[in-house]
């Protein structure tokens, strides 16, 4: 997976908003996920938000419902994370994964098998 990640806005006051995008290339799935994970100094990775392919619903992490937003355009073949009203707890690397058929059954962000580069977003206090 190759894996370009783009934020428009890094660096932003807590409250404000950024966008997340992943151009993803280098793998084809008839059953895939995809999605964003993040990982803050000291913690351990989490899945952020993810769709799979064998779930119309979207999968968002508890601390994260209600303020953001995962999106796709097929065409594209790229993932969005657009982000509202952020906290400084929301300060991490995020990185963009993906996987095939077991992902896809798995949902829930478990089973992805490639990663791209990881992004930082920072949010000030």
């Known amino acids: 997976l190759r894996c370009s990640c783009s934020v428009w806005g890094g660096l932003v006051q807590a409250g404000g908003s950024l966008r997340l995008s992943c151009a993803a290339s280098?793998?084809?799935?008839?059953?895939?996920?995809i999605g964003w994970f993040r990982q803050a100094p000291g913690k351990e990775r989490e899945g952020v938000s993810c769709?799979?392919?064998?779930?119309?619903?979207?999968y968002y992490a508890h601390s994260v419902e209600g303020r953001f937003t995962i999106s796709s355009d097929n065409a594209e073949n790229t993932v969005y994370l657009l982000m509202n009203n952020l906290k400084p707890g929301d300060t991490a690397i995020y990185y963009c994964?993906?996987?095939?058929?077991?992902?896809?059954?798995?949902?829930?962000?478990?089973?992805?098998?490639?990663w791209g580069k990881g992004t930082q977003v920072t949010v000030s206090s």
């Open positions: 769709i799979s392919s064998r779930d119309d619903n979207p």
């Open positions: 280098g793998f084809t799935f008839d059953d895939y996920a």
């Open positions: 994964a993906a996987g095939g058929l077991i992902a896809a059954t798995m949902g829930r962000c478990r089973g992805m098998e490639y």
